[in-house]
């Protein structure tokens, strides 16, 4: 039985930083890409950041470039993203998924990010 379990989430200031890790159990980590989505309130859930299986191929959403970055420990099943220069419109529920650029398995909890002043 798959499961994913994200957090780091909270409440940051615009320009500020957080980094969500998400654990994953009951899944082949090291031969599955990987994936962070988000939805905000009143929109669809979007793909963010996606990484392959070694970390050498990774994709960003335009909005994102520049700011977040996706890596993934193999040996701790573990994916994060490290998020730089927060801005208002990040403010959403963020989940990690498996797949490249659609979800493969059941979604966890998410964590809340809101940015803030």
């Known amino acids: 039985q798959v499961q994913l379990v994200e957090s780091g989430g909270g409440l940051v200031q615009p320009g500020g930083s957080l980094r969500l890790s998400c654990a994953t159990s009951?899944?082949?980590?090291?031969?599955?890409?990987m994936s962070w989505y988000r939805q905000a309130p009143g929109k669809e859930r979007e793909l963010v950041a996606a990484?392959?299986?070694?970390?050498?191929?990774?994709n960003y959403a335009d909005s994102v470039k520049g700011r977040f970055t996706i890596s993934r420990d193999n040996a701790k099943n573990t994916v994060y993203l490290q998020m730089n220069s927060l801005k208002f419109e990040d403010t959403a529920v963020y989940y990690c998924n498996s797949g490249w650029d659609s979800p493969l398995g059941p979604w966890g909890q998410g964590t809340q990010v809101t940015v803030s002043s």
């Open positions: 990484i392959s299986t070694s970390g050498g191929n990774i």
């Open positions: 009951g899944l082949s980590f090291s031969k599955n890409a």
